[in-house]
T-cell receptor, first 113, second 114 residues
Framework: DAKTTQPNSMESNEEEPVHLPCNHS???????IHWYRQLPSQGPEYVIH???SNVNNRMASLAIAEDRKSSTLILHRATLRDAAVYYC??????????????FGQGTELSVKP | SAVISQKPSRDICQRGTSLTIQCQVD?????MFWYRQQPGQSLTLIAT?????????ESGFVIDKFPISRPNLTFSTLTVSNMSPEDSSIYLC???????????FGSGTRLTVV
């Protein structure tokens, strides 16, 4: 399985942008980059995903490096409710992994008021 | 996206007993996934459940300990058998409602074995 590497923890100030990095140097051509977050005492929730181009949605933006070996999740204005563990996961579109998501350790984001 | 109802939300069980966790989805899905999250840890995939076939277990997980049923396209159960305190974890189910898009997770079952 292609692996991802994320910092264990990051801190941010409220209302400032947050850039969460993820390295995936062994990514294959059929891997989508997925981001999920897990708020305290809740199941993970989908944030965003992409393949090659940068993506935006109401929650966040995803910037993907040209060689696809790294990506960055961008929260444009962090709020206290964004404090969570953020997971970067590679999802094989070709279903070589049977459609399953394999979680790494993620980045624990804390947001200071 | 799909909505998942997972029951029970929490339970405290005696060692040596079994607990069955239910996962109900509001739409038909091909695959359902069961995860375990031990205290302070990330999620670990237990198995993938396809309707009409035996579940596929990940390394370190066996059917005798975690039997899974998948009677139809909207429902699955995971049983934690012959429990020990080491089984104290949060158990979550997940589905991919639309292939290639986001996965949805249940709110989890917090299991404590005493």
């Amino acid at each position: 399985d292609a692996k991802t590497t994320q910092p264990n923890s990051m801190e941010s100030n409220e209302e400032e942008p947050v850039h969460l990095p993820c390295n995936h140097s062994t990514i294959s051509g059929t891997d989508y980059i997925h981001w999920y977050r897990q708020l305290p005492s809740q199941g993970p929730e989908y944030v965003i995903h992409g393949l090659t181009s940068n993506v935006n949605n109401r929650m966040a933006s995803l910037a993907i490096a040209e060689d696809r070996k790294s990506s960055t999740l961008i929260l444009h204005r962090a709020t206290l409710r964004d404090a969570a563990v953020y997971y970067c996961i590679l999802r094989d579109w070709g279903d070589n992994q049977g459609g399953k998501l394999i979680f790494g350790q993620g980045t624990e984001l804390s947001v200071k008021p | 996206s799909a909505v998942i109802s997972q029951k029970p939300s929490r339970d405290i069980c005696q060692r040596g007993t079994s607990l069955t966790i239910q996962c109900q989805v509001d739409s038909q899905v091909t695959m359902m996934f069961w995860y375990r999250q031990q205290p302070g840890q990330s999620l670990t995939l237990i198995a993938t459940a396809n309707q009409g076939s035996e579940a596929t277990y990940e390394s370190g997980f066996v059917i005798d300990k975690f039997p899974i049923s998948r009677p139809n396209l909207t429902f699955s159960t995971l049983t934690v058998s012959n429990m020990s305190p080491e089984d104290s974890s949060i158990y979550l189910c997940s589905v991919e409602a639309v292939r290639g898009y986001g996965y949805t997770f249940g709110s989890g079952t917090r299991l404590t074995v005493v």
